[in-house]
């Protein structure tokens, strides 16, 4: 305190004597190198306070950030990128076709089908529509020949973007249409890369994406081993492009956890990530909502596999309902370190008091809670009460190809608000490689290097007259612009 009122008594010194902008300057590089975090959030505060959105977007877009610990892989992927990394999949001798009719085809709609016969927009691969009845062909366009129309229906149909849409919409019919996608391994290296050259972008250093493992096919229908997509992962991991994006990635792999078979499913994933060492953490999934796949069905099986089986983590979804229960402690009692959103913990006291300042972190993601309908408004989710309480958060982007957003939209999310300080801005994107899954000597090479950026950045922002751009002009994705109404403002900008 001392320090600080010195410093102080020092600047209103100067500022009686020097002229106003090398006074602001030399305000700034007292303050940052007396005591560097108040420098930090003594300039931040004044940007805010100045900052358009769009200048404050931009900020945000240039910042570095630690890392997207809670992103389901196949849920990631920008509707464009799906379109386009789809055509060029013939090169692996793929061809896909949507359903653009409904042709009443005979019997087809009583039939019992895992897709419902009436969804458009249905996506089915070279394989399975040479399966189809000739009436049923006639429903499908190859994906390669939609009309300019049709190419826009299908790329909003995997976007949460209608005002009508939400919570059903997403879990019964964004997947479906999906479809044989989600079976091409190659794709879905493809889907992995173009992330991670994406959130190198924004500034992102570490993923750890939840990545699907089962059901994969080739082009000429051979079923493909778990090892044998999981060496395709790493195959294309390996290559220079993936390299030179700058990000370490490793891998969750996944359960649904209200499928009657879920337990011997979980074996399977426990023994396979015991074993690859790119796998650090088996997750489950599913809607919550849905009481076949409540935490404490699996404690014994858990239980059963620790007796021989050791070194597996677990990240585990828990807490993502709107209504108060149990889940997040039972979960806990799973042994699992990391929750996935969290969001009703602020419904169960006894187990928020004791996550405060422990060694288990809750992954938020505003915006798929917003969209899913968890909160009808941003000031309703309880983000702030557990930042500011202690318990251990850091943002994430979750299924954020269905979303159209981006980690920069969670942040400004956020900040926006919330009024994050500089400190926390630094805690949330600290935290996401702190409780990383990453072995220590990893995870400190990341932290330093994020350390470094970080403090550079600081640097570059308080030593000038105002904000420089140091990145070209951020991406606006779809949901910035619906929600904040930012991008005509931010073209603007950049145009003047």
């Known amino acids: 305190m001392i320090l600080r009122n010195l410093v102080l008594w020092l600047g209103l010194s100067m500022r009686l004597t020097c002229r106003p902008v090398r006074w602001r300057k030399l305000s700034w590089l007292l303050l940052f190198f007396m005591h560097p975090s108040m420098a930090a959030d003594h300039w931040f ?18 910042m570095p950030k630690g890392g997207d610990l809670h992103l389901h892989l196949s849920g990631s992927v920008l509707s464009r990128w799906y379109y386009e990394l789809a055509l060029a ?7 896909y076709y949507a359903k653009q009719h409904i042709n009443n085809c005979a019997g087809a709609a009583e039939e019992a089908r895992p897709v419902p016969y009436l969804l458009l927009q249905h996506t089915v691969d070279h394989l399975t529509y040479a399966q189809l009845s000739d009436c049923e062909k006639t429903e499908y366009v190859d994906l390669a020949t939609l009309s300019e129309a049709q190419t826009a229906r299908w790329l909003s149909s995997i976007v949460l973007d209608k005002a009508h849409e939400g919570r059903d919409e997403f879990f019964e019919n964004h997947w479906n249409r999906l479809g044989d996608l989600l079976r091409n391994p190659y794709l879905m290296a493809e889907v992995l890369v173009a992330n991670m050259r994406a959130f190198g972008d924004e500034g992102l250093i570490y993923i750890e994406p939840q990545v699907p493992i089962f059901g994969f096919v080739t082009a000429s229908g051979e079923a493909l081993s778990l090892d044998r997509v999981l060496e395709i992962y790493t195959d294309r991991l390996a290559q220079a492009d993936a390299k030179a994006t700058g990000v370490e990635v490793r891998m969750q792999v996944s359960l649904l956890r209200f499928l009657p078979d879920a337990e011997e499913t979980l074996k399977v994933l426990y023994a396979f990530a015991s074993k690859h060492s790119v796998i650090v953490a088996v997750n489950m999934v599913g809607r919550e909502d849905n009481d076949k796949g409540y935490p404490l069905r699996f404690l014994s099986t858990l239980r059963m596999l620790r007796q021989t089986q050791g070194g597996v983590r677990l990240s585990i979804h828990a807490g993502e309902v709107d209504e108060p229960n149990h889940h997040i402690r039972d979960t806990l009692l799973l042994g699992a370190e990391r929750i996935g959103h969290g969001f009703n913990l602020i419904t169960d006291p006894d187990t928020l008091r004791l996550m405060r300042y422990g060694p288990y972190l809750i992954e938020i993601s505003l915006i798929s809670n917003l969209l899913l309908e968890y909160v009808d408004d941003f000031s309703r989710h309880p983000f702030p009460e557990y930042l500011r309480l202690g318990v251990p958060i850091a943002l994430a982007t979750d299924d954020r190809g269905m979303w159209d957003s981006t980690m920069t939209d969670e942040f400004f999310v956020a900040v926006t608000e919330f009024s994050l300080s500089w400190d926390e801005i630094v805690t949330l994107s600290r935290n996401a490689l702190e409780y990383s899954f990453l072995d220590e000597t990893t995870k400190t090479k ?12 600081v640097r570059q922002v308080q030593t000038r007259d105002g904000f420089v751009w140091t990145k070209p002009p951020a991406p606006k994705l779809g949901l910035i612009c619906r929600t904040y109404n930012l991008c005509p403002v931010m073209q603007n900008e950049m145009e003047n």
Request: proline share 3%.
């Open 45 to 62: 505060e004044r940007y805010k306070a100045s900052a358009t959105p769009a200048e404050l977007y931009q900020f945000l877009y240039a």
């Open 89 to 95: 999949q013939s090169d692996n001798g793929y061809v």
């Open 446 to 457: 990341l932290l330093a290097r994020f350390d470094r950026r970080i403090e550079k950045f």
